[in-house]
């Protein structure tokens, strides 16, 4: 609601209780300012301030800009008392009692906008002031200025939906239009550079074929001397080779055999520790221990040994993925 301040006693005032001060308590012409806005009103010209700005309008800054979802109630409440304004001051026909009525009106900002709930409002806030006959005769005209001021929206904003679509049309024929003319100069291009490179003389090809026959040839001359030069290596080198292989072989044989892994030991001995462990992971500490002793073996062979020995060690209880120590 719109509040105003006296410019004679300083108090502030709303909207329906400034005609009330002005008859009782400040005995003066009217003049007024509004709180949020700061204009200055004389006589009745605050009859027409009926709504100002808002807090986020005031502080938001010159470039605020308010969102299209934002008080849609009271949008449509403002669009109601400019329509009982405009029906005050544009209707030529308005006899005495309806244009008295509109005044006394026309004060108020919570107007209903069904006419049930706008009887009851006359009723409570006026009494038995205005016949009811003139009241119903206004808010037929008020009623007929709403549907003409909504239908002619409607038309305003079917005319603007169909130039955006019109505009969007004449853009999107553009941007085809535009593409096709890249698509051909591509494409000139392209039939250019290949005019260009068969127009090569032949003189040239034939010179480029002569030194490509030369450079094979003389390719497969070092490749035949590289080819003989390494066989006979190969024979000189080839019998130490096999000696230190074969003693490599025999070296990781008694290795094996003089330091075997213990399955059963390593095994229990994870699980007195732990007590309780997932077969995962229990899999994984042995199978690391047995790697770290014969890094040469592999992943797969020692998966499939943990499995076999798991099931050979007594005092072990296998259930839910989870081995359990039963007996020591």
Known sequence: MVVFTCNHCGDSLQKPKVAKH???????GIFLTCVDCHKD?????YTAHTKCITENQRYGGKDYVEK???NKGERK????????????????????????????????????RKKPKFLNFIRSAFGNRFNMAVVDSTWTKMENAFKEATAEKTVTSQQ??????REDKQDKVENSKDKDNKKEKKENKILATENDNTELPQISNEVESENVNEVEKESKKKNKSKK???????????????????????????????????????????????GEITKKKLKKKVIALYLEQFPDATSESADSKFEKKLCKVSGVLIADKKVTLTKV
């Open 160 to 165: 603007n939906n169909g130039a955006q679509i």
């Open 68 to 70: 299209p979802s934002c």
């Open 41 to 45: 009103f004389y006589e009745d010209e």
């Open 228 to 274: 003989r030069v390494l066989e006979d290596n190969d024979n000189e080198n080839s019998e130490p080779l096999k000696k230190k292989k074969l003693e490599k072989e025999a070296e990781n044989i008694s290795v094996n055999e003089n330091n075997k892994f213990s399955w059963k030991n390593s095994i229990l001995e994870i699980l007195t520790a732990k």
């Open 77 to 112: 409440q403002q669009a109601w008392l400019e329509i009982v304004q405009n029906v005050l001051t544009n209707t030529p026909n308005l006899s005495g009692p309806e244009r008295n009525f509109l005044n006394s009106i026309s004060k108020h900002e919570n107007l209903p």
């Open 22 to 28: 002005y008859q009782f308590a400040c005995r003066k």
